[in-house]
């Protein structure tokens, strides 16, 4: 079962609710996402105080509902900031697998696995959030953070992400990717809108893909890193209809942006890369005969092919935590509490 919270209302309000239902949560995931031992405290702090002045720039609203965050929980607010920033202050290196096809008899549907380590396991929740500002949204997300592992809008607007490993380029104007999807399902309801936002935008230091659909049927593949970035749209030719991404750079314009073995291993993620080669080569040979429908991609999910399973039992210490499939035309997010081979998917919409 998967912990639930229903919040509404301002930003900071939003946040303030997160914080006071899970505060213990809140406070376990800190104490294991912030840790610096390698970073000297001053710069911590340095980093902290300028991705907080520009986030409050580009999204006060989203540094608001962390505020709100720190406020019901009864952590210091410098305390969530150093949580929701952990990935910009000292790197780190991205899983999961994503899959999308445009043409099931639903319209678009996207797919991903949630790849997490054993701990971190236990930080991931469903939100419900009603903003007063913005669209109400509905995702998977970790306790004390505006972090998105999947979700969607009232508008349909659906999102799921896989992290990508880049070579950790400091951006001083760059923003987090969390922020990007927080904004996109706060107020985006096309593809076209969300591919506007991402290209005014430039990333603070690590790079992410996402796959965005929408419920007039677009359906698009952001590849992006610092200081670049890529779109696909599904093929006609080759795997029509689908777009698949695990966690290398695989689109051309980004090629020499790809970090190398010695970077993940700094970032206690050795053997990521030829993980994700494995699960790609495996979404590449499954595409033919994956049905392009809810049912075919929760199959696809569920893959323990030997060579590069997409649900991993611990292959490079990565759990598959939950399955996410996400059809924006009936609104519904269908979500696992565990390896999607193991627990069923449920369906989550706005209205319950
Ligand atoms: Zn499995």
């Not at 995931?29 to 911590?44: S, W």
């Not at 490993?165 to 706060?186: C, D, I, K």
């Not at 689908?242 to 206690?268: P, R």
């Amino acid at each position: 079962m998967v912990a639930h919270l229903e919040a509404s209302g301002t930003p900071h309000y939003i946040g303030f609710q997160h914080g006071s239902t899970f505060a213990d949560e809140v406070r376990a995931c800190r104490d294991f996402y912030c840790r610096f031992p390698a970073t000297p405290p001053q710069m911590v702090d340095e980093a902290i105080d300028h991705l907080q002045a520009i986030h409050s720039r580009h999204f006060p609203a989203m540094v608001q509902e962390m505020r709100g965050i720190a406020d019901g929980s009864g952590l210091p607010y410098r305390d969530v900031l150093a949580l929701n920033f952990f990935a910009q202050i000292v790197g780190e290196a991205g899983s999961c697998s994503n899959i999308g096809v445009s043409d099931s008899p639903q319209g678009p549907i996207v797919a991903k696995t949630s790849d997490l380590r054993e701990v971190e396991r236990d930080f991931l929740f469903i939100k419900r959030a009603r903003p007063d500002d913005g669209l109400a949204y509905i995702q998977y997300t970790f306790y004390g953070t505006v972090w998105n592992e999947g979700g969607f809008n009232a508008s349909g607007l659906s999102i799921v992400n896989s992290g990508l490993m880049g070579q950790a380029t400091l951006r001083r104007e760059g923003v987090a990717g969390f922020a990007l999807q927080h904004a996109a399902l706060s107020r985006c309801t096309t593809v076209d809108e969300t591919v506007k936002l991402y290209s005014e935008h430039d990333l603070a230091k690590w790079g992410g893909t996402i796959l965005v659909a929408d419920a007039a049927g677009g359906l698009v593949l952001i590849e992006k890193l610092p200081g670049s970035q890529a779109l696909r749209q599904p093929l006609r030719e080759s795997h029509a209809g689908l777009l698949i991404h695990t966690n290398h750079v695989v689109c051309f314009e980004n090629g020499t942006l790809q970090g190398d073995a010695d970077l993940e291993s700094k970032y206690g993620y050795s053997g990521l890369l030829q993980n994700s080669l494995a699960r790609y080569a495996t979404l590449e040979r499954i595409a033919p005969e994956t049905g392009h429908s809810l049912s075919g991609l929760q199959e696809a999910l569920r893959n323990h092919s030997p060579s590069g399973p997409i649900c991993q039992h611990g292959q490079q210490g990565l759990h598959s935590a939950a399955g996410i499939v996400i059809v924006p035309r009936t609104r519904t997010m269908w979500g696992t509490a565990g390896y999607p081979c193991q627990t069923p998917f449920e369906p989550y919409t706005l209205a319950d």
